[in-house]
C-alpha cells in the first residue's frame, strides 16, 4: 500500500513532505497529531496518504454516528474511535484514557474542531497532550503549495499561551484548500 499511496500522493496529486519526514524511524509510540487549517474534506484523504507515505499508523475520533453499517468497517480499520459527543461527559478524560490502554496510539485531531473559519482553536487537543503524558506533533495542509510540513515532537510545558502561540507560528502563511484565514 505504500508504493500506491507514494505514486498517488506525490505523482498523481503532486504533493511533497517537508520537515520531520522521519517521524516513524523516531519511535514516537504515542501522540497526539495535529493538522490545519482544516478547511475541506479534501483533508481526510491527503493525511490518509501522507500516513501511508511516511509509515505510520493515526487513529482519530469521530462522532459515534459515523460508525455505522457501511462505514463502521473502515473508519475502525483505518484508525477511528467512536466519540459519544452528548453534553456532559468529560471528552478530553475519556480521550486521554485511550493513550493509557495502548501501547501504539498516535490521535490526529483538528486543532480547529471544524471546516469553518474560527477566531480560536479548541483547546481539547491541548489537555488530551497533556493528560496523556504525550508530544504534540503539527502538521500542514497548505494546498498553494502541494506540501505537508510536519514538526518536531513538541512537549506542553505550563504556560498554554506561550504554547499555542509557539503552535500557531507553524501554521503561518499556510493556505488550506479554501482559504478562510487572512
Do not use: C
Request: glycine share 8%; no cysteine; aromatic share 16%.
Amino acid at each position: 500500500m505504500g508504493l500506491l499511496a507514494k505514486f498517488i500522493y506525490s505523482k498523481i496529486l503532486g504533493w511533497k513532505l517537508a520537515g520531520n519526514v522521519t517521524m516513524s524511524k523516531n519511535s514516537i509510540k504515542k501522540a497526539v497529531i495535529i493538522g490545519a487549517p482544516h478547511t475541506s474534506w479534501q483533508d481526510f484523504y491527503i493525511a490518509l496518504l501522507m500516513r501511508s507515505v511516511i509509515g505510520i499508523k493515526s487513529n482519530f475520533v469521530a462522532k459515534k454516528e459515523l460508525f455505522k453499517w457501511p462505514f463502521s468497517y473502515y473508519f475502525k480499520a483505518i484508525g477511528g474511535s467512536p466519540l459519544d459527543r452528548r453534553p456532559g461527559q468529560n471528552k478530553v478524560e475519556a480521550i486521554a484514557k485511550l493513550f493509557e490502554n495502548r501501547d501504539e496510539f498516535r490521535l490526529a485531531l483538528s486543532p480547529e474542531g471544524t471546516r469553518k473559519k474560527v477566531e480560536e482553536w479548541k483547546t481539547g487537543f491541548y489537555y488530551i497532550a497533556k493528560k496523556g503524558n504525550v508530544p504534540i506533533i503539527m502538521f500542514t495542509f497548505d494546498f498553494e503549495n502541494k506540501q505537508n510540513r510536519i514538526s518536531e515532537p513538541f512537549f506542553t510545558t505550563e504556560d498554554i499561551e506561550a504554547d499555542f502561540k509557539f503552535m500557531r507560528s507553524f501554521f503561518e502563511g499556510v493556505k488550506g484548500k479554501k482559504v478562510l484565514y487572512s
